[in-house]
């Protein structure tokens, strides 16, 4: 079983919750939200080869996201996995949603190919798709 998307720094005891994942699973892709939490991820996860960290641009955090735009270009070139990136336009989203729109154009264009990507695309499925 995969599990492409988890947030498994958001659990209780997720150093706990890892090892278990890594044992059930045949892998695990622990999606963050900004660059430094991917970081952070690689370091902690290091030990559970199935519970591989995802490189994040989280779009509700695209003010963070944004100002660690140039450091998650660089972490993209070893990453083979990222995510959570995308759009949200819903309620709590839209104010932000040009910002996204920079930080995705981004993230996009700092994509590897053959990296496996997650995309978040809440009420924006369209404009993520054209990204």
Known sequence: MLDSHCHVD???NPIDRAR???RMLSACVAVTYVPEHFELARKHLAAFPR???GLGAHPLHASRAFS???RFCTLAESARFIGEVGLDASRE???SLALQKKVFAGVAAAVQPG????VH???AWEET???
């Open 68 to 70: 660690q735009l140039t």
């Open 129 to 131: 798709l054209q990204i």
């Open 51 to 53: 519970v591989v960290p």
């Open 115 to 118: 990296s496996f990507v997650t």
């Open 121 to 123: 695309s809440r009420d």
């Open 20 to 22: 278990e994942f890594d």
């Open 10 to 12: 958001l659990l209780s």
């Open 93 to 95: 989203g839209k104010p």
